[in-house]
């Protein structure tokens, strides 16, 4: 589903390392605005939160990696990535679904996110594939 790259990225007039993890999605075609399959996208997200977590509960600075989002222009990709892993955090923390609110909180960093009403579409429906990833009520028959 995706390909992870570890560098250690040493700048010129510091002598401290940066450990930076790249995640590279495969099977999201370039020339799709959509996935073709937002469980690729969700796994992907569901991996970078788990890296979030181990690195909060780590006592060495040091070893703690930092994650850059990129794709092709700047914003398609990035903003969806951004956005749903906004929304999966929220549904997580909160119980909450806002599409609308996640793509205002993400846009405020990079106004190139969310241009099209297909992509606030595109939210709302990953959101509710993840809600029904859960058997809420698998214990009742």
């Known amino acids: 589903m995706y390909i992870l790259y570890k560098q250690d990225d040493r700048r010129q ?14 099977g999201w075609p370039n020339n799709e605005v959509f996935p073709p ?13 788990r890296c979030q977590q181990e690195q909060k509960h780590t006592e060495d600075t ?3 990696d930092h ?6 222009n700047g914003g398609t990709r990035s903003g969806l990535f951004c956005g749903v892993s906004h929304i999966v955090y929220n549904i997580k923390m909160d119980q909450e679904v806002d599409a609308l609110l996640s793509a205002r909180s993400v846009s405020r960093r990079r106004q190139q996110f969310f241009q099209t009403l297909d992509e606030y579409k595109f939210l709302y429906e990953v959101a509710l594939e993840f809600i029904s990833s859960f058997h809420t009520y698998a214990n009742m028959s």
């Open 13 to 26: 007039h510091s002598s401290k390392p940066h450990n930076v993890r790249h995640y590279q999605l495969l």
């Open 62 to 64: 040091k070893k703690i």
């Open 37 to 49: 399959d937002k469980g690729i996208l969700l796994s992907l997200i569901e991996e970078v939160h």
């Open 67 to 72: 994650m850059v989002i990129q794709c092709l």
